[in-house]
């Protein structure tokens, strides 16, 4: 099993659609969880932090199973400028960043 | 933008060949992080640099080192380039020995290309 593994995508929704990405993780001991987005030949940028509780950023929801070890982000009303590749970070040690491959997303008009 | 810059932008050496990547991390972070991508995968982790010292290293061999210096920029060096080397490096900074339970954040990377 791999440590991070993502929705292979490509996802291509039209504007206002809501789109759902899923994350499973394999280090039961991990405690840090992210979400970062990358554009194209761009550098990775933090989208948000995921809590335990769930958490939520205007569009933005990420959820967190740690029975299922399992990762979610949800992001309603799409635009164009969500287009990009969003991936899943989990520590896997203290100072050991693991990350998804990451899941293309295309929004249409 | 983040603070973190990372020289040179590009570059392209041959098989068998060293290189110096370079990296200035934001104001204020003690603590670099080095990653690799191929294209189409996620960031690989090489190592973390905290105050000078390697704090934690991924699963890359001996050939790829790095330092620290007392400003916390840092230099990943490659020896021995092979074809698979050619990615994107990125390096990251953050505050803390925890750097992986802190925001990391990315300079814009050096394109490596091995022929």
């Known amino acids: 099993r791999k440590e991070v593994e993502q929705d292979p995508g490509p996802f291509n929704v039209p504007e206002g659609a809501t789109v759902a990405f899923n994350c499973t993780y394999s280090n039961s001991a991990s405690q840090s969880f992210f979400w970062y987005r990358q554009d194209c030949r761009k550098e990775p940028k933090l989208l948000m932090s995921v809590y335990s509780s769930g958490n939520e950023d205007g569009r933005f929801t990420a959820q967190l199973n740690r029975a299922s070890q399992y990762i979610s982000l949800l992001i309603r009303d799409s635009k164009l400028s969500d287009s990009a590749t969003y991936l899943c970070?989990?520590?896997?040690?203290?100072?050991?960043?693991?990350f998804g491959a990451g899941t293309r997303l295309t929004v249409k008009p | 933008e983040t603070g973190v810059t990372q020289s040179p932008t590009h570059l392209i050496k041959t098989r068998g060949q060293q290189v110096t990547l370079r990296c200035s991390s934001q104001s204020g972070h003690n603590t670099v992080s080095w990653y690799q991508q191929a294209l189409g995968q996620g960031p690989q982790f090489i190592f973390q640099?905290?105050?000078?010292?390697?704090?934690g290293r991924g699963n890359f061999p001996p050939r790829f080192s790095g330092l620290q210096f007392p400003n916390y920029s840092s230099e990943l060096n490659v020896n021995a380039l092979e074809l698979d080397d050619s990615a994107l490096y990125l390096c990251?900074?953050?505050?803390?020995?925890?750097?992986?339970?802190?925001?990391?954040?990315f300079g814009p990377g050096t394109r490596l290309t091995v022929l």
């Open positions: 970070v989990v520590n896997y040690n203290n100072n050991d960043m693991r």
């Open positions: 990251a900074s953050s505050l803390g020995a925890a750097g992986g339970t802190r925001e990391q954040f």
């Open positions: 640099y905290y105050r000078e010292e390697e704090n």
